[in-house]
């Protein structure tokens, strides 16, 4: 059962437009959330984080939503830059018992078009 | 500073044979951890170490996977004998604490024919 739902396989987007990519999840005890980029032939790179105390993380051209009521996260990329097409994972984790993980979803491979 | 490193970044075996990765975390990161991506899929949370020692290995899917991490430092994870579900992209990540962003390695592509 997969706790961490990127329900959009692919997006694209024109160059300079926004990009919003979405993340839903199940777990109503996930306290931190993260999204990595990933190159083909890459391991993933972290790219912004948000703390379930907060609802909006401002990075630059990249900024996270988080609506708890909804368990609901989004990744807005504004402007746009073909340099962004790469597949985004949002992850979750939860800080119980002693273990502490990531659950990452199945990504969303983002094309941004020049 | 070096990033997480992982080695063989490609390796293709045969059904029932034996293949060992290694990670070498970032020097310092006492949190290792091992996930595998099916493609397509998500990536998919196998273990944790903090420093020697297995902290979660509730995603280690059988006993043919075995992980070991020697004191502390660099890290294995062995599959014995593979299996052709076995195929798919096993990433290493290490962290200083455990509440933190992980640091990647690239990835070995493990193929079972």
């Known amino acids: 059962d997969q706790q961490v739902k990127q329900n959009s396989p692919s997006l694209s987007v024109q160059e300079g437009r926004i990009s919003i990519l979405n993340c839903d999840y199940t777990?109503?005890?996930?306290?931190?959330f993260l999204w990595y980029k990933k190159y083909p032939a890459e391991g993933p790179t972290f790219l912004i984080s948000?703390?379930?105390?907060?609802d909006k993380n401002e990075d630059g051209r990249f900024t996270v939503f988080l609506n708890k009521s909804a368990k609901h996260l989004s990744l807005h990329i504004v402007p746009s830059q073909p340099g962004d097409s790469a597949v985004y994972f949002c992850?979750?984790?939860?800080?119980?018992?002693?273990?502490?993980?990531?659950?990452f979803g199945t990504g969303t491979r983002l094309k941004v078009l020049a | 500073e070096a990033g997480v490193t992982q080695f063989p970044s490609h390796s293709v075996i045969e059904k029932g044979q034996t293949v060992t990765l290694r990670c070498d975390p970032i020097?310092?990161?006492?949190?290792l951890y091992w996930y595998r991506r099916v493609m397509g899929k998500e990536i998919k949370f196998l273990l944790h170490?903090?420093?020697?020692?297995?902290?979660?290995e509730s995603g280690m899917p059988n006993n043919r996977f075995l992980a070991e991490r020697t004191g502390g430092t660099y890290s294995t994870l062995k599959v014995q004998p593979a299996e052709l579900e076995d195929s798919g992209v096993y990433f290493c990540?290490?962290?200083?604490?455990?509440?933190?962003?992980?640091?990647f390695g690239s990835g070995t592509q493990l193929s079972v024919l």
């Open positions: 990540a290490s962290s200083q604490t455990v509440h933190e962003k992980l640091f």
């Open positions: 948000i703390s379930s105390i907060k």
């Open positions: 020097s310092g990161h006492d949190n």
């Open positions: 992850a979750a984790s939860q800080d119980s018992s002693g273990t502490y993980k990531y659950i």
């Open positions: 170490f903090v420093k020697e020692s297995k902290q979660d």
């Open positions: 777990n109503s005890m996930f306290d931190y």
